[in-house]
């Protein structure tokens, strides 16, 4: 399987702030990569396909880029309904595996 | 807008299986590929497996063993059965849609919990 580590694991920023959360995939996933928005007790919501595409309806302060094995989000702007956990997720291969999180925390 | 949403028990004894389906609205599961997803308390997600329209699957290596997808076009449903539960497998299932290998929508989330 595909092991996926994100960094960092949790994030203290302010209202406005621009934060960056990378992604580094234990093998190379050409551009197969996606991100996810999830607050507490929710599904999680797509953000980005695709490494950079973004999903109809998100705000365009959210923007990914990478290639190969290093995959960055950036949120830029914070705004408050952007606290929540983040995750990568590989559909370069089965089985489809995600990173282990990145809480955005209010600093 | 395509709506999913999770239906089954949410105790299950240990030994016994689980059983869960997932009733699509807003669309039509006669397309894309339909997943299973889980995510045990405080912890990641977990890709279980998906199923395809035409009933093709795929299944995660560390499940295949005791687990059976289904799909039911004329109910715009489809299903999982997991056998021979532990207290490992509790966690908070969903079912999501991946049309490209992405999961762009998802039900709320049904938490099943394994305990005697």
């Known amino acids: 399987d595909i092991q996926m580590t994100q960094s960092p694991s949790s994030l203290s920023a302010s209202l406005g702030d621009r934060v960056t959360i990378t992604c580094r995939p234990s093998?190379?996933?050409?551009?197969?990569l996606n991100w996810y928005q999830q607050k507490p007790g929710k599904a999680p919501k797509l953000l980005i396909f695709r490494t950079s595409s973004l999903e109809g309806g998100v705000p365009s302060r959210f923007s990914a880029s990478g290639s190969g094995t290093e995959f960055t989000l950036t949120i830029s702007g914070l705004q408050p309904e952007d606290f929540a956990t983040y995750f990568c997720?590989?559909?370069?291969?089965?089985?489809?595996?995600f990173g282990q999180g990145t809480k955005l925390e209010f600093k | 807008q395509v709506q999913l949403q999770e239906s089954g028990p949410g105790l299950v004894r240990p030994s016994e299986t689980l059983s869960l389906t997932c009733t699509v609205s807003?669309?039509?599961?006669?397309?894309?590929?339909w997943s299973w997803l889980r995510q045990p308390p405080g912890k990641g997600l977990e890709w279980i497996g998906y199923?395809?329209?035409?009933?093709?699957?795929n299944y995660s290596p560390s499940l295949k063993s005791r687990l059976t997808m289904s799909i039911d076009t004329p109910k715009n449903q489809f299903s999982m059965t997991l056998t021979s539960v532990t207290a490992a497998d509790t966690a908070l299932y969903f079912c999501?849609?991946?049309?490209?290998?992405?999961?762009?929508?998802w039900g709320p989330g049904m938490l099943v919990t394994v305990s005697s």
């Open positions: 093998e190379v996933v050409s551009n197969y």
């Open positions: 199923i395809y329209h035409s009933g093709s699957s």
């Open positions: 997720q590989q559909n370069y291969e089965l089985p489809h595996t």
């Open positions: 999501a849609r991946n049309p490209k290998g992405a999961y762009d929508f």
């Open positions: 807003g669309g039509s599961v006669s397309a894309f590929y």
